[in-house]
T-cell receptor
Framework: EAQVTQNPRYLITVTGKKLTVTCSQN?????MSWYRQDPGLGLRQIYY???????DKGDVPEGYKVSRKEKRNFPLILESPSPNQTSLYFC?????????????FGPGTRLTVT | AQSVTQLDSHVSVSEGTPVLLRCNYS??????LFWYVQHPNKGLQLLLK??????LVKGINGFEAEFKKSETSFHLTKPSAHMSDAAEYFC???????????FGGGTRLMVKP
């Protein structure tokens, strides 16, 4: 089954404790991205990747890191989480970038930073 | 620059009545436009997309949307609401080339029996 998977689905952590949220897709998609969803703000893009070893900032990259060492994986790293990073996070992938390509979303990771 | 405004944060309809979810956008180029749906505790799923072909776009589950350039609108409609339509809906604008997707704030649709 074609899908985007994220782990963990729920995470509660404390300020400053490094964490990684994994994302994996099995569709051989070149383009992957991370979003955060906050009430009333819709989804905002954190980082995206056009292909292996190619990443760039989205709208709200501060406090986040990513890497793309393999085509299928795109982990999101929070080196020193803070309470304002409490949010619902979605990973997405698509065959290419731009308006002609449908984004496939993972199920989401709900992160709480205390 | 581009932006998306969903004019209603909540819409409530009765089952069997029409649905209208409103979306206005601004863009300095010819955009692609999408509607995504998010059911509770799920990821987002594509409902339909407009990419400069026909202005009336049909999607899944009986939804459709009309691109009106003069009004910079892309409203989502459905003739008859079903209980399973209760979800949050996002209007999204994208460049045809490039990576920038801009989401609206979302409209939560409630369907009453």
């Amino acid at each position: 089954e074609a899908q985007v998977t994220q782990n963990p689905r729920y995470l509660i952590t404390v300020t400053g404790k490094k964490l990684t949220v994994t994302c994996s897709q099995n569709m051989n998609h070149e383009y992957m991205s991370w979003y955060r969803q906050d009430p009333g703000l819709g989804l905002r893009q954190i980082y995206y990747s056009m292909n292996v070893e190619v990443t760039d900032k989205g709208d709200v990259p501060e406090g986040y890191k990513v890497s793309r060492k393999e085509k299928r994986n795109f982990p999101l790293i929070l080196e020193s989480p803070s309470p304002n990073q409490t949010s619902l996070y979605f990973c997405a992938s698509s065959l290419g970038a731009g308006g002609n390509y449908e984004q496939y979303f993972g199920p989401g990771t709900r992160l709480t930073v205390t | 620059a581009q932006s998306v405004t969903q004019l209603d944060s909540h819409v409530s309809v009765s089952e069997g009545t029409p649905v209208l979810l409103r979306c206005n956008y601004s863009s300095s180029y010819s955009p692609s436009l999408f509607w995504y749906v998010q059911h509770p505790n799920k990821g987002l799923q594509l409902l339909l997309k407009y990419t400069s072909a026909a202005t009336l776009v049909k999607g899944i589950n009986g939804f459709e949307a009309e691109f009106k350039k003069s009004e910079t609108s892309f409203h989502l409609t459905k003739p008859s609401a079903h209980m399973s339509d209760a979800a949050e809906y996002f209007c999204v604008v994208s460049r045809n080339a490039g990576n920038m997707l801009t989401f609206g704030g979302g409209t939560r649709l409630m369907v009453k029996p």
